[in-house]
């Protein structure tokens, strides 16, 4: 069993650049032969969500190559803020910028060559403070420097969002490209207010096709630019089109 302040302290253990996290407790199983650690049976918790599944790290291929699949019960999406750079190494929160929302640390793609990855991850429950989101899973592969979640399916506001997600570190600054498709989406889920939820109802489907640059969460998001199409059956507009 391991215990400490952020998983990014097990890199000297496993050589895996894991994310900046709030304090974690992973108890497993571990057998080890050669290059080849398995950890199975995992059991852990990283702040307030869990954790379980099994993974292997071969140290013998340059680079090492981690393959698992990881399953969490409850994920509280402010324990994955390490992995768009609002947390320092130990765990600490990175005070946001006056007037800004988005993280502009640097993300250290640097990290992403350290190892290859294949890694099949399942959320049946995601907490989050202000966001419709219900539960996620998908199929994630690091080869070359080279991100890519497909598939990649997300439960929001009781419909489903699907599609994959690439990320290219060999230049910089990298260039990312999300292409997702919405189906199903509840208007009243979708809107937070109260006044919100009596006046709109119906479902909201559509396609968004976005092509970004940059070495940041703020920088990708600042140079997005692509296409969205949105249908609605159902329902009223006028506080939808206000809120886009």
Do not use: C
């Not at 489903?160 to 600054?173: M, Q």
């Not at 207010?193 to 396609?207: F, I, P």
């Amino acid at each position: 069993e391991l215990s400490g302040r952020s998983l990014a302290e097990l890199f000297p253990l496993t050589g895996v650049p894991l994310p900046a996290t709030p304090r974690y407790r992973i108890a497993a199983h571990l057998v080890q032969s050669g290059a080849l650690w398995r950890f199975s049976d995992i059991d852990g918790t990283v702040g307030g969500s869990d954790l379980a599944g099994s993974f292997s790290v071969d140290r013998g291929p340059v680079p090492q190559r981690l393959t698992g699949t990881l399953h969490a019960r409850h994920l509280d999406l402010a324990d994955l803020s390490g992995f768009l750079g609002a947390r320092t190494r130990t765990g600490e929160r990175v005070p946001a910028r006056p007037g800004k929302v988005l993280p502009a640390q640097p993300l250290g793609f640097d990290k992403i060559a350290a190892a290859d990855v294949e890694l099949e991850f399942a959320i049946d429950d995601i907490r989050n403070a202000g966001l419709p989101l219900d539960a996620a899973r998908g199929h994630l592969r690091i080869a070359d420097r080279h991100v890519r979640v497909q598939p990649l399916h997300v439960g929001v506001a009781h419909g489903d969002v699907s599609g994959e997600f690439a990320l290219d570190t060999r230049d910089r600054p990298a260039t990312a490209r999300l292409d997702l498709r919405a189906s199903r989406l509840k208007l009243r889920e979708l809107m937070p207010s109260v006044e919100s939820r009596a006046l709109t109802t119906g479902v909201l489907g559509g396609r968004a096709q976005v092509a970004m640059r940059g070495d940041s969460v703020a920088a990708l998001l600042g140079s997005a630019s692509g296409d969205l199409a949105l249908a609605m059956e159902g329902g009223s507009t006028s506080r939808l089109l206000v809120r886009l």
